[in-house]
């Protein structure tokens, strides 16, 4: 755990910059931490780890959910959940509304893009992606609120690739505001950059920030997680 580097980060960032901090594998003590800091918005990837965290942590923690998401563990985080970056289906979306619909709420979205050259990666492309802005489903989800887009950049020291990649999901941001959400202020935010390449998103306009590894050390993948 590195506050010093923490508060290094956060002020550094500009203004309309937020901090998440990943903390994925992590132990809720860990984020207790941090939060007694005064940090409010936490990221997780998995939905019954949120869940058995947002059960023993104070209720004003935000929790931002950024990994894959299935549809069976939906119900695990949709009663209080900040916001989803990582819708990358129709299907998904449809469901996530679903879930919200039974627990009265709307739960703010991200469309999470495929922006890097690895094959891993979840997301939309576009085409697809305005396939289901175009629907008459979508219209008829009243329960999710779309409020940007999400992406990764490729893994590797070729920072001039991620760059690029940054700037291509700002130019998707872009062509979907104009297009579909040019009237819906809401409609701000990019969610993009991590521990090895935040600086480089922040210049290409970043709103939201992801970091783990640089806040709460390198994270254990032996640790078992219970999902
Ligand atoms: C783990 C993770 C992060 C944080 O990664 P670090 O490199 O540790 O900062 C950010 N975004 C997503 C989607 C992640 O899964």
Redesign the pocket.
Known sequence: MNIEKYYEIKNSLPAPVQL?A?S?FKPAEDIQTLYNEGQRAF?E?KAQEMKAKHEILPKDIQWHF??HLQTNKIKYIAPYVTMI??IDSAELLSEVNKYALKNDRVIPCLLQFHIAAEETKFGFDLRECEEMLNSADFQNWKNVHICGV?G?GTFTEDMDQVRREFQHLHQIFDTLKQKYFADDADFKEL?M????D?PIAVEEGSTFI???????G??NYNVPVND
């Open positions: 998440i990943v994925k990221g990837n950024i990994g970056h990582s999400m990764m969610s950059g991590m521990t090895d935040y992801r970091i783990g590894s640089a806040i709460f390198a994270r």
